[in-house]
């Protein structure tokens, strides 16, 4: 619920911050500083939707709970990441040469 104001918080933010600078555009002045209501508006929108959005949501699985066993180390393992020497550089060399006359060495 928390995250959700704060998200609120962050929309009007913009919206106050886009109807400030048009403002200040047909005021023809230069200066563009933003008012320190919407910059407190941005960092309590921000801190309620990440705290928040990370808090309430889900707990954290553990791990372990997981069923697949596979590792990480083992998917540069794979057979086919290991041929340079049959890739698709080698059938696009081809087609770069016929269509576009270039020439790779």
Do not use: W
Not at 30 to 44: G, M, R, T, Y
């Amino acid at each position: 619920m928390l995250s959700k104001i704060g998200l609120v918080l962050l929309l009007h933010a913009g919206y106050s911050l886009s109807g400030y600078r048009h403002f200040k555009l047909l005021k023809n002045d230069q200066d563009f500083s933003i008012p320190l209501d919407i910059l407190l508006q941005i960092a309590v929108g921000a801190v309620l939707c990440l705290f928040f959005g990370i808090i309430s949501d889900q707990p954290f699985k553990k791990l372990r709970e997981f069923k697949n066993n596979v590792l990480y180390d083992s998917f540069n393992n794979n057979a086919n990441f290991k041929d340079v020497y049959h890739n698709r550089g080698k059938l696009l060399k081809k087609y770069f040469i016929d269509t576009k006359g270039l020439n790779f060495k």
